[in-house]
């Protein structure tokens, strides 16, 4: 099997090019997919033959996205630790305003 590194798309080994992009293939080890998806009620990670979510237990919807790779999972990850980090920011901004506050009245 050959792989577009540009965007992860797979091929059959007589393939040249991505149809997608139009890079050239390469015919390194593809890595395991793993397959895995997201509870839409608390954002837990979950596998993908599961029918309910074992952190809330929310039922799960057929049509929920699958995440194929765990790339994609890490950055889905990513980026809910970095808007967890600008709540607890702004969070402290206010704290840090009251006691101004506070301290000037």
Do not use: R
């Amino acid at each position: 099997m050959k792989c577009c590194e540009e965007c992860g798309k797979t091929y059959d080994n007589q393939a040249q090019y991505c149809s997608l992009c139009g890079k050239p293939l390469t015919s390194k080890n593809l890595p395991t997919v793993i397959q895995t998806k997201f509870c839409g009620q608390c954002g837990a990670k979950i596998e993908a033959e599961s029918t309910a979510c074992p952190s809330c237990g929310a039922i799960l919807e057929d049509n929920q996205p699958i995440i194929q790779d765990i790339e994609k999972s890490q950055k889905h990850t990513e980026e809910k630790m970095s808007l967890l980090k600008n709540i607890v920011k702004l969070f402290i901004g206010i704290l840090l305003i009251i006691l101004f506050w506070l301290v000037v009245k």
